[in-house]
Structure formats: structure tokens, C-alpha cells
Antibody, heavy 119, light 108 residues
């Protein structure tokens, strides 16, 4: 079965960096675009970033542009999110999700990893 | 940017009730609208895509309708497992998919 497992979350001070990983199994990783979606405590879902199946196209929500970098390693079936200059408002559960292109929706999701930004 | 709104932001309903949630886009998105269900502490799950197509495995009591700017998610007979938060998501700007603010369905 398809599994997405996020890791790398933790407690970090404002201005510091963190790298999230999402390990994917059970599907042909290189065929899928991949998203990061976050959810701040008690808040709704916010799309953060997307990388195309081959890594050539990357998209970001305005609030993280210039601070976050999405990447992937198709040889390791792993998605990454490098988060620099973290702010209190970046504190959230971060989910990775696959992009089902023909249906234009997110079909498989991980369980999430928690990022806490606090001094 | 396309802005999504949902109404109501929360509702209380009883098991067996018919529940309707509305989603509105700030501009026409044709039928590029998805619905997700999220339970506390869990990842979201897609229920409906392309406004009215039921995702495999989703119970038929869920249905979606609409096009252009106005969309509706209907639960024909609310079940105990349906108490959750529901999000619409526009896919007009595919592959960038953005969410509405959510509607929490609570037990009356």
C-alpha cells in the first residue's frame, strides 16, 4: 500500500533552519508531483509548495518564497522541504501529499510532522 | 489569486440530518473544485473531485455540485463518522491547489 512518512520536525528558534523529509513507498515516485501542506494549530489547511514529478518546476505560497526550498531525490523516493529563516507563523503540522494530475487533487497524504518555532 | 470562502464556518447537526456546505470562489473556476474531510489529528482525505466525482471508496451519501463560482457539498444522511472538518479546494490553477477556510461539522 502507499505510504508517505514525514520526518524532521521539531522545536526551533525563530530565524533558524529545519529540513523536512517525506519518504514515499508503494507507488512509482518519479511519476508524481508532490505537495507540502501545513496546518497551524487550530487553523485550516494551507498549501505551501509543489514540485513536479521530475523536479524541474517548483511553486511556493508567497509567504515562504525566498525562505523555503522544495526538492526531491527520485533515487531515494524522498521529498524535502528546506525551511530557512523560520518565523513563529511557520509553526504548524506539515503534511506531504501526492498530486493526482489527471484528477487535479491530492490523493495520498502522510501523517504529518510538527514544526514548533519558539524562542 | 483565487480566494475561496466557505459557509457556514461551523454547524451543529444530528445523526440522520441532511447537511449542506457551500463553497464560493472569487472568480470562475469552471468545475475545478475538490472536497476533503479531515478528522482531528488526521490527514485530510479527498471525498469529491471535479465538483461532483466521488472518489473511490467514499460513501454515496456524499455528493457535490456546482460550477463557476458556487459549489455545494451535501451529506444526505449524517453518520457518526462524518463529524469532521470539510475543506473545499480549487484546482483551476493546477498544479497549485488552494484550500477554503473549512467548515466544522459538530454533533448537536
Amino acid at each position: 500500500q502507499v505510504q508517505l512518512v514525514e520526518s524532521g520536525g521539531g522545536v526551533v528558534q525563530p530565524g533558524r533552519s529545519l529540513r523536512l523529509s517525506c519518504s514515499v513507498s508503494g507507488l512509482t515516485f518519479r511519476n508524481y508531483g508532490l505537495h507540502w501542506v501545513r496546518q497551524a494549530p487550530g487553523r485550516g489547511l494551507e498549501w505551501v509548495s509543489l514540485i513536479s514529478y521530475d523536479g524541474t518546476n517548483k511553486y511556493y505560497v508567497d509567504s515562504v518564497k525566498g525562505r523555503f526550498t522544495i526538492s526531491r531525490d527520485n533515487s531515494k523516493n524522498t521529498l524535502y522541504l528546506q525551511m530557512n529563516s523560520l518565523r513563529v507563523e511557520d509553526m504548524a503540522v506539515y503534511y506531504c501529499a501526492t498530486h493526482y494530475g489527471s484528477g487535479r487533487f491530492m490523493d495520498y497524504w502522510g501523517q504529518g510532522t510538527v514544526v514548533t518555532v519558539s524562542s | 489569486d483565487i480566494q475561496m470562502t466557505q459557509s457556514p464556518s461551523s454547524l451543529s447537526a444530528s445523526v440522520g440530518d441532511r447537511v449542506t456546505i457551500t463553497c464560493r470562489a472569487s472568480q470562475s473556476i469552471d468545475r475545478y473544485l475538490n472536497w476533503y474531510q479531515q478528522k482531528p489529528g488526521k490527514a485530510p482525505k479527498v471525498l469529491i473531485y471535479a465538483a461532483s466525482t466521488l472518489q473511490s471508496g467514499v460513501p454515496s451519501r456524499f455528493s457535490g455540485s456546482g460550477s463557476g463560482t458556487d459549489f455545494t457539498l451535501t451529506i444526505s444522511s449524517l453518520q457518526p463518522e462524518d463529524f469532521a472538518t470539510y475543506y473545499c479546494q480549487q484546482s483551476h490553477t493546477n498544479p497549485i491547489l488552494t484550500f477554503g477556510p473549512g467548515t466544522k461539522v459538530e454533533i448537536k
